[in-house]
């Protein structure tokens, strides 16, 4: 459970006594349990993909900052970024006639995830 932020100021002392003091500093103290939120992912679910190329692309938000955001197509991780939108274009030419997942998943600087997936057509 995290708690309100509260501020302190830094100060020095030398040895004459003479005190130097900081501009205040937030501080939270607690640990980060709130999972990232995917926010979008696209293609949708059923949707029959593109030939030759079809492009996925995803969001995701963090009550602090995420870490990590990850595409995965049937599997295989496609593309990483650590901002906060992926995008990939999935090169669909050889790709078998059937049902394929894309996964998509996200990753705070706590060690927090959350992931969401879809299944397209070929």
Do not use: C, F
Request: net charge positive; hydrophobic share 30%; aromatic share 4%.
């Amino acid at each position: 459970m995290r708690t309100a932020p509260t501020t302190w100021p830094a100060k020095a002392y030398d040895a004459a006594g003479n005190v130097g003091s900081s501009s205040t500093v937030s501080v939270t103290l607690g640990n980060d349990t709130t999972p990232p939120v995917i926010t979008s992912l696209n293609p949708s679910s059923t949707l029959k993909v593109s030939v030759p190329k079809q492009t996925v692309s995803a969001s995701a938000t963090d009550d602090t900052k995420l870490a990590k955001l990850s595409l995965s197509i049937d599997g295989r991780e496609v593309a990483t970024t650590t901002g906060s939108s992926i995008s990939y274009n999935w090169n669909t030419r050889k790709v078998a006639k059937g049902s394929h997942t894309i996964t998509v998943r996200a990753w705070d600087g706590a060690g927090n995830s959350s992931s969401k997936s879809v299944a397209v057509y070929r």
